[in-house]
């Protein structure tokens, strides 16, 4: 089963280029990451068109995440009450970040990690509590053990220097702190593995670009989007890869897409 994903930043203003690559590429299921429409604006038909079911959990202008699947999707959760509760996830779940579906017996969990703004900002303390929250969310997942985990999405954290175009000075940059990279550390310690260095050790392949700095154009990348399996799924995994043709389109969104094949 292959599985993308992608944050398109703003599904109204990237749909063709979505549609016109789901049809280049035999993707089972496609997640999608920062999609900025409520539920009744995303563009169901289109893809409905083209063979895929849609689940989406979104709010106007901000985040929004969505699966599309060409098989059927079982057991959707929008957002991490139905599984914490209330008392805990309700705080976070106003803004739309994690979705989550079993197709062809795995559940894939789709998240889009909150960018933290600036470290020790108030956004970045928010940020680290989401993934406290996203790691009671997986633990209870993990009680099914019949059920294998694909944990995709915009981590918005390069694990590693290797994951950095230029690591120097950014140990206090958002998205490289040692307290972001703990925090996914941290969800890794329940028994995920990276996906993408199960096949690359080498470093110099990245998934954002930031618009700002030409960053594409000079390949000052960040890889920040990423999969994460359990045992017997990574073990399972044939190929994850960087697809970097749609970040050179006309009015690309900063992320391309990131395949896995298990």
């Excluded at 699966?67 to 959707?76: A, F, G």
């Excluded at 509590?129 to 985990?149: A, H, P």
């Excluded at 392949?205 to 990423?226: E, K, L, P």
Aim: with cysteine; aromatic share 12%; proline share 4%.
């Amino acid at each position: 089963m292959k599985i993308a994903t992608w944050n398109v930043n703003s599904i109204r203003t990237r749909k063709n280029q979505v549609l016109d690559w789901l049809k280049q590429h035999d993707v089972d299921v496609l997640c999608l990451q920062e999609t900025k429409v409520i539920d009744d604006d995303f563009p169901r038909l289109p893809f409905e068109e083209l063979g895929y079911s849609v689940a989406v959990y979104g709010q106007k202008t901000y985040n929004g995440v969505a699966i599309v699947s060409q098989k059927p999707m079982q057991s959707c959760y929008y957002g991490f009450s139905p599984l914490v509760g209330d008392d805990v996830g309700a705080a976070y779940d106003q803004q739309k970040r994690v979705i989550s579906a079993v197709v062809n017996n795995i559940r894939i969990v789709n998240v889009y990690v909150p960018n933290g703004s600036s470290v020790g900002s108030e956004k970045y303390e928010y940020k680290l509590g989401w993934f406290q929250v996203l790691k009671q969310y997986l633990q209870r997942l993990l009680t099914d053990t019949e059920t294998e985990i694909c944990l995709c999405g915009d981590f918005n954290v390069a694990p590693e220097d290797r994951d950095i175009y230029d690591p120097a000075g950014k140990e206090n940059h958002i998205m490289a702190s040692a307290q972001e990279r703990s925090a996914m550390e941290a969800i890794k310690s329940l028994g995920f593995q990276d996906s993408f260095r199960k096949f690359h050790a080498e470093g110099g392949q990245y998934s954002w670009w930031d618009y700002r700095t030409r960053g594409f154009a000079r390949n000052r990348g960040w890889r920040i989007d990423h999969y994460l399996l359990t045992p017997r799924l990574y073990e399972k995994a044939i190929s994850c890869w960087i697809d970097i043709v749609p970040r050179q389109q006309e009015r690309p969104s900063d992320h391309t897409p990131v395949i896995v094949e298990v």
